[in-house]
């Protein structure tokens, strides 16, 4: 039975973006259910609601909207791990793993991640709340977080918030305050961060230390955007594009039948060997090429990618991904595939073009996404308001200068033994693709003294693997084995 009742609520209000829309700076609700996980039955508290953020002067400039997920009937209480989870966007809020991944609640969804209505919720047996308790946060403009005026009506300028370093920032220290309030200084810490949130967890890992004080236990990053390669281009981006289209190539059944008849994870190794050995170093060499090479590398990376010698030459061995996703299934049936699962189908005015009209599967998850998070925070997690909740918030002209988040959580690492990362990625991703993530992994340690806390795992779906049942089921699995194996057990943080 679920009970629900107000923890906190201040009679003082921050004004949002419209006069007439206000947002409670400062207040929780909190409900109490339970949920059968692997066959135990976990019970738990959620409390949903807002947290602010200040200043450097203790001003208010924002508040956080947050879910915190807590177990009750475990014995080890407030020492229990516990997790602090964000998407990526950036603007993006936190509803993607919160209902589809690691939350007691999952989206009603088919076995591979496709919608079905009526949409709604269901009990997610597959969640980590068994091990570790939760908590969702949605940075600022996301979800139903925003900026909050002075007493004069002024908003704080966007630079506090919108850009690599400055999301860290506020970020961190608002963990700080929730960490204090929740007394969980005394547990076990891990952030997880998906898309984008893989560049906000590496640098908020080192923030928490030399900021906040506090250490981590682990890293997660899933399907992680490390933008020191997706901003970037040249050979090194493109070439890791190339496994992903062996993948994706390999799902649509568009490979010769030497490989077809293969596994997939029987293929990858080779196609990775020629990517690494072959493909980036002829990239390299632009114009310079030999004909020769050019066409003997054109030749290989057709049979590797389901595409044709002559659109890879057109393309100078350079194949933009949005190219692919318009240009794989073209000749076969005339439907474009997804950027972010390359797995779902689109349909274009035209069979030309060089990029689809849109995303397949965005549209597709924000179909069963957008009608569940809006009716479970309101009829099940007891909180309710007319602001609209941000699927994907505005964050203004994001500052990506002086990015040095691969090289934050390698000092993380060096200054702290207990701290191990894991990257989980879906091998039909085509927006942040498995290889690129194996690859930024390699990047962040290049003394390779650290390389035996990091792990990578594959799933056979795309950027939000946890749709498809079967990885939702791996993944949250892989996450309990991550959380035992970097639990101290009464070793110290030594060398």
Do not use: C
Not at 141 to 149: L, M, Q
Not at 315 to 344: A, C, H, M
Not at 377 to 401: A, M, P
């Amino acid at each position: 039975m679920k009970y629900r009742f107000i923890l906190l609520a201040l009679i003082s209000f921050a004004y949002g973006f419209s006069q007439d829309l206000k947002i409670p700076v400062d207040t929780a609700y909190i409900t109490t259910n339970s949920v059968k996980i692997k066959g135990k039955v976990v019970e738990y508290q959620a409390e949903t609601g807002f947290q602010p953020v200040w200043d450097e002067e203790g001003k208010l400039i924002a508040s956080l909207y947050y879910t915190y997920y807590k177990r009750t009937n475990d014995t080890k209480g407030n020492n229990r791990p516990i997790i602090y989870s964000f998407n990526g966007g950036p603007g993006s809020a936190s509803v993607w793993m919160h209902l589809a991944y690691t939350g007691p609640k999952i989206l009603k969804i088919d076995e591979e991640g496709y919608p079905v209505q009526p949409y709604g919720v269901k009990d997610n047996p597959n969640s980590i709340l068994d091990v570790a308790d939760i908590v969702f946060i949605n940075p600022v403009n996301t979800a139903y977080s925003r900026k909050v005026a002075d007493k004069d009506g002024k908003m704080p300028e966007d630079k506090l918030f919108f850009g690599v370093n400055a999301d860290i920032t506020y970020l961190a220290s608002w963990m700080n305050t929730f960490t204090t309030r929740h007394n969980r200084w005394e547990s076990p810490k891990y952030i997880i961060g998906e898309s984008y949130g893989g560049t906000r967890v590496m640098g908020l890992s080192l923030a928490l230390q030399n900021s906040q004080w506090m250490y981590l236990n682990g890293v997660i990053m899933v399907s992680p955007a490390d933008y020191k390669v997706l901003r970037v281009g040249g050979p090194v981006a493109s070439s890791l594009n190339l496994p992903y289209y062996t993948a994706t190539a390999w799902y649509h059944k568009m490979l010769p039948a030497a490989l077809q008849n293969k596994d997939l994870l029987e293929i990858l190794p080779e196609v990775e060997d020629f990517t690494i050995n072959d493909l980036m170093p002829a990239i390299a060499k632009g114009g310079f090429i030999s004909e020769t090479e050019k066409k003997a590398i054109a030749k290989q990376m057709s049979y590797y990618s389901g595409l044709s010698e002559k659109v890879i030459l057109q393309q100078n061995l350079d194949v933009p991904n949005r190219f692919f996703w318009k240009e794989l299934l073209r000749d076969k049936t005339g439907e474009t595939i997804g950027r972010l699962d390359s797995r779902y189908i689109g349909i274009d005015k035209v069979e030309t073009g060089s990029a689809p009209d849109y995303s397949a599967e965005l549209t597709s998850w924000l179909h069963s996404f957008t009608p569940a998070i809006n009716y479970y925070i309101q009829n099940e997690l007891g909180f309710k308001t007319d602001i609209k909740y941000n699927v994907f918030g505005n964050v203004g002209n994001w500052d990506d200068s002086n990015d040095n988040t691969r090289d934050n959580l390698r000092q993380a690492m060096a200054q702290n033994p207990y701290l191990k990362v894991m990257t989980q990625s879906g091998y039909y991703d085509g927006a942040t693709t498995y290889f690129a993530a194996k690859y930024s992994q390699w990047q962040i340690d290049p003394s390779g003294k650290l390389k035996n806390r990091f792990s990578f795992k594959g799933y056979r779906s795309g950027h939000m693997m946890y749709l498809r049942n079967e990885d939702l089921i791996k993944a949250n699995d892989d996450l309990r084995a991550f959380i035992e194996s970097s639990l101290p057990k009464g070793k110290s943080a030594k060398y």
